[in-house]
């Protein structure tokens, strides 16, 4: 069963077309809203008491969003949806962007990770990224956060 969350705020997620290093992989943002939607429902995943998939609907990245990361002048696109998908591997963390959605699979470590993460934006913190755990970690699979 998928739940959709469509009242919970606000939620950009984007790439950039011509990523340089720096800027490689996924971004994300959101409001305070869609900040406590989504540490919510990773709550919920970690504690089982929700069951994935767990779906938002993701707005198109506007020029404000991208002048934190201050790239706003780069093209960037955003996927239509976040997928969250738990995984049982403590350590595991991917994403696949698939038919315009963004899945993002992550174990118990990492959904608090995650969720830490997602909550740090309410507090203006940013500019950093999770990882898959490897050796080889392609540029594309990091997730960025920005307040």
Known sequence: MTAKANDGGKLYVWTY???????AG?????????????????????????RAPQVFPV???????LAVPNNRRAK????????????????????EERDDVLTISAGSERLEELRKSIVGITQNKG??????DGKRRPPDHRLWFWW
């Open 59 to 65: 707005s198109p990245v506007t020029a404000a969003v």
């Open 76 to 95: 960037a696109r955003s996927p239509r949806e976040l997928r969250l998908l738990t995984d049982p591997d403590p350590r595991r963390f991917s994403l």
């Open 127 to 132: 500019d950093f990224a999770m990882t898959a």
């Open 17 to 23: 077309l011509e990523s340089t290093k720096s800027y």
């Open 26 to 50: 996924w971004h994300l943002n959101a409001d305070r809203v869609a900040c406590a939607r989504l540490s919510e429902v990773i709550e919920g995943l970690s504690a089982g008491s929700l």
